[in-house]
């Protein structure tokens, strides 16, 4: 069975610093891992995706995360933080080779001046 | 591009009475559809799963007779929530998928059910 573990449920940042969220995934296959976004009373928008391809995947606003097999991680970082990253953001990945995809428990930031 | 809408975004219902909730592809034809479930400060939870023209496939727990779903065509999917009580009161997502995308799912803006 596939799951993944949002290590943080909360994370407070100073706008400008670093940004680190961390996840950690299980699944008996090769999955696809995802970041999305969500921002209060928005729809879900899709920050980035790991494919098996490059394990280190750049995507939109500045953010990347890294793919890694050995820690069985998928860490979502950006260099600076600005106030609009104040959102909540899941760590999801492939539960089955349909596509269905499970949800992590949300990690909410809060950006501070 | 891959824009998905959902309507309406917000509906009151009194108890008892049924509620349909639209959800459409609007630029790309979805050979999936999936409908999802929130609670405030809570993860999505997998309702879920339409291909066009075929049944839904439900998640353990979830009462098909309940929540009907019927995806009509490769852009309209619905959810009809029958004989709503206040414990349906949620935050109901839609997403659709287009096949050979690496699985990627393009999210509606989701549909807040309050039931009095």
């Known amino acids: 069975a596939q799951s993944v573990t949002q290590l943080d449920s909360h994370v407070s940042v100073s706008e400008g610093t670093p940004v680190l969220l961390r996840c950690n995934y299980s699944s008996s296959y090769s999955p696809s891992l995802f970041w999305y976004v969500q921002h209060p009373n928005k729809g879900l928008q899709l920050l980035l995706k790991y494919t098996s391809a490059a394990t280190l995947v750049k995507g939109i606003n500045g953010f990347e995360a890294e793919f890694k097999k050995s820690e069985t991680s998928f860490h979502l970082t950006k260099p600076s933080a600005h106030m609009s990253d104040a959102a909540e953001y899941f760590c999801?990945?492939?539960?089955?080779?349909?596509?269905?995809?499970?949800f992590g428990a949300g990690t909410q930031v809060v950006v501070t001046p | 591009g891959a824009v998905v809408s959902q309507h309406p975004s917000w509906v009151i219902c009194k108890s008892g009475t049924s509620v349909k909730i639209e959800c459409r592809s609007l630029d790309f034809q979805a050979t999936t559809m999936f409908w999802y479930r929130q609670f405030p400060k809570q993860s999505l939870m997998l309702m879920a799963t339409s291909n066009e023209g075929s049944k839904a496939t439900y998640e353990q727990g979830v009462e098909k007779d309940k929540f009907l779903i019927n995806h009509a065509s490769l852009t309209l999917s619905t959810l009809t929530v029958t004989s709503a009580h206040p414990e349906d009161s949620s935050f109901y997502i839609c997403?659709?998928?287009?096949?050979?995308?690496?699985?990627?799912?393009?999210f509606g803006p989701g549909t807040r059910l309050t039931v009095t």
């Open positions: 999801v990945v492939t539960s089955d080779s349909w596509g269905k995809l499970q």
């Open positions: 997403s659709a998928q287009v096949s050979g995308t690496g699985y990627e799912q393009y």
